[in-house]
């Protein structure tokens, strides 16, 4: 239970902060900081500070137009602090996180009386190794390379040698934090990557340069931090490398997940398994080539002989069975490049020659990572003992290869195992494809795995660690029912469950119109001529007008098919990056002409239009995604075993919530007014069009 004082702190910062912005109360904020009390509030903390109650989650629905930064933060920040523990707001989207970052929390800093601090957090990859830079311009000024630089040098040129100077020089002199995003000019993706380091590679502490290191100058800013601002993929890629490697450990952590119906679906990603089958032998080529030199820089003493031995016998091993699977997987390779570039594979008879390929390979895949691992903790203990500044140098560029290579091994044994591993029959099974790589230069064929739901992962990297948390967005239900998504993301029926409407008035805001001339959206080319005639018969030119199309073909059949008049005022979302399509959208209706967007899915959710920006919002069709791909095809195959309908259990609960995100581009403040256009006459003619609209705010519709 909160203390008095602390829900008198709650209500006092809510009530300062609507004072000093000269705001009234909204009825659904004041529900959401109510909830988000009562949620924490049930924590109870032993002595040590450790959770012994059950893990409190709260999953709250608030409808745009409920300030959620504000329903959220005014309650966690306080309850986080009185606890001891961290604050974690993450997000999906990189504009939500801009939003959190550089508004909504200087706005509570400046209008309530609340003292806290708060810290953007990005992974490693966001900055620079200053390790790796010196080494890349020793190697590019004609130094001996290091053992670290063997794998991935890039072409030795004058140009190159001046960039990482320029690096070092800014660096140095304190004008650059090493922070990627800080850098004053747009940095090359293969340039960047060779100056990062994953936890792999990274010497942590025992590296020469861990005093100045960027990241490690980010991390001391998230312990001093109370409230750290990250991303979704950023607490997942530390949930899943154990919890506290990059964030604080789940439970000393109290989580906010704004946009949470993302949350699923990310986690996902994190959690599949990949193998690429030749560029794994061809490292392994590599590797054999390059351990006498390991060898000579390791080998001092009868323990690194015998652990270099080991893992030579383990590699000599894994590379001959690996060999032998590449050949016998000719045939899928072959096959593939007949067909399509991937092939889900299904039913037992399909697996079980896989299967047997994959078998041989556990054991020395295995192997290879145990010896890698053992070879690594060896290097550690030697960097921690030796006082040698020529050892200590040799390790210091062995370690980063070590764990290269352990990172390069860890991914494909886990994707063995994962696939060798045998589905229950109780539970959803796991997804298991191949897919041919196709490039000029590359010809391949990855083998994956990945959980066809996300439930059993979250429940136990999060929900059954963390301290507690709140999961929120603004599309979470089906017809006011919270059940889909809470068997997604594996939270318990017991949550805290809340739905808070939104305070527009959307009757008065909003028609939505079926027109007469609409048809289904499975009539290809009808479809496309009655986005035409819509475009033509009923968008003014001089508005805002955003059309959301589900396929990039019928986006350019559309437009092909408008006269050059009408062409003159689109922009297609292929034509700018979407910063700058939205900045060009606005540019041009502040300038007073009018500006239409033809748009995908990615224009759907996170772009932010008020007032005449978005005037007339298009929904070509509605958005069934088309369960073909490997986890929903598996999942479906699943279900239907269960007696249960595909469609009604995944696809259409799916669409749904991408219907009321599209729809939800149009009223961003109680003062914008406008009409949606549906133009697939499935939303009238088909059952489940009921579900969707009633999913809906209460629009005006028009059935014509």
Not at 558 to 585: F, G, M, R, S
């Amino acid at each position: 239970m909160l203390s008095d004082d602390l829900k008198q702190s709650i209500q006092s910062a809510y009530t300062t902060y609507l004072n000093a912005r000269d705001l009234k109360a909204r009825h659904g904020q004041k529900h959401m900081l109510a909830q988000v009390a009562r949620t924490f509030g049930t924590i109870e903390l032993d002595e040590e500070g450790v959770r012994v109650s059950e893990t409190p989650v709260g999953v709250i629905e608030a409808g745009t137009g409920t300030g959620k930064t504000i329903g959220y933060a005014l309650s966690a920040i306080p309850i986080a602090q009185s606890l001891d523990k961290k604050l974690v707001i993450a997000t999906a989207t990189v504009a939500l996180q801009e939003q959190v970052v550089s508004k909504d929390l200087p706005d509570i800093l400046s209008n309530t009386d609340l003292q806290f601090n708060a810290v953007l957090a990005k992974g490693r990859g966001r900055y620079l190794c200053t390790h790796k830079l010196e080494q890349l311009i020793q190697f590019y000024s004609g130094t001996v390379v290091a053992m670290s630089l063997f794998e991935e040098t890039m072409e030795a040129d004058e140009a190159t040698l001046n960039q990482y100077n320029e690096m070092m020089t800014s660096f140095g002199s304190g004008e650059w934090s090493g922070d990627r995003d800080q850098w004053p000019d747009k940095l090359d993706d293969s340039l960047w990557r060779t100056l990062t380091s994953s936890h792999r590679e990274c010497l942590n502490r025992r590296c020469p340069h861990y005093q100045n290191c960027p990241f490690f100058e980010a991390r001391k800013a998230l312990d001093d931090a109370d409230v750290i601002i990250a991303n979704h993929d950023l607490v997942l890629a530390d949930l899943s490398l154990g919890g506290g490697a990059i964030l604080p450990a789940p439970e000393d952590t109290l989580y906010v997940f704004d946009e949470g119906h993302h949350l699923p679906d990310k986690a996902l990603m994190h959690f599949a398994n990949q193998m690429t089958v030749k560029y794994l032998l061809n490292q392994f080529d590599n590797w054999k080539k390059q351990l006498p030199k390991l060898r000579l820089e390791l080998a001092y003493g009868d323990s690194s002989e015998f652990l270099i031995d080991q893992f030579s016998d383990q590699l000599n091993a894994a590379h001959e069975q690996l060999s032998f699977a590449w050949s016998a997987l000719q045939p899928w390779f072959h096959r593939l490049e007949e067909t399509n570039d991937q092939l889900t594979l299904h039913q037992p008879e399909q697996l079980v020659p896989v299967s047997s390929i994959l078998e041989p390979l556990l054991s020395p895949m295995t192997g290879v990572y145990t010896s890698l691992t053992a070879i690594e903790e060896s290097i550690r203990k030697r960097l921690s003992n030796t006082t040698d500044l020529d050892e200590k140098e040799r390790l210091q560029n062995a370690m980063p290869l070590i764990g290269r290579w352990l990172s390069r091994t860890e991914p494909a044994k886990d994707l063995v195992s994962s696939w060798l591993q045998t589905d229950s029959p109780d539970y959803a099974p796991t997804a298991r494809w191949m897919e041919r790589i196709n490039t000029p230069d590359v010809q391949d064929l990855s083998l994956n795995t990945s959980p066809v739901t996300a439930n059993a992962v979250l429940k136990a990297y999060l929900w059954n660690r963390c301290c507690g948390a709140i999961v929120t967005s603004a599309t979470l239900t089906v017809e006011a029912r919270f059940d889909r998504f809470l068997a997604q993301a594996g939270i318990s029926d017991a949550a805290h469950l809340l739905q808070v409407p939104s305070p527009f008035d959307y009757p008065n805001l909003v028609t939505a119109i079926v027109p007469e001339f609409a048809v289904e959206g499975g009539a290809r080319e009808a479809h496309s001529e009655s986005i035409v005639r819509l475009i033509e018969s009923q968008l003014p030119k001089e508005t805002g007008n955003l059309i959301l199309f589900s396929s990039r073909a019928q986006m350019y059949e559309v437009y092909e098919a408008l006269p050059v008049d009408w062409q003159d005022v689109i922009t297609l979302q292929d034509d700018l990056p979407k910063t700058a399509l939205i900045a060009h959208h606005r540019e041009r209706l502040e300038e007073g002409a009018g500006s239409t967007l033809f748009g995908l899915a990615s224009l759907a959710e996170g772009v932010d239009l008020p007032g005449n920006y978005l005037t007339h919002l298009v929904i070509a069709k509605l958005p069934f995604g088309v369960p073909d791909d490997p986890i929903s095809s598996t999942l479906s195959l699943w279900l239907e075993s269960k007696q249960l309908n595909p469609f009604q259990v995944v696809t259409l609960p799916a669409a749904t919530i991408r219907m009321v995100q599209a729809c939800g581009r149009l009223i961003r403040h109680e003062n914008d007014r406008g009409t949606i256009w549906v133009m697939d006459r499935r939303l009238v003619t088909k059952r489940y069009g009921k579900t969707i609209i009633n999913s809906l705010p209460n629009y005006r519709w028009q059935f014509q």
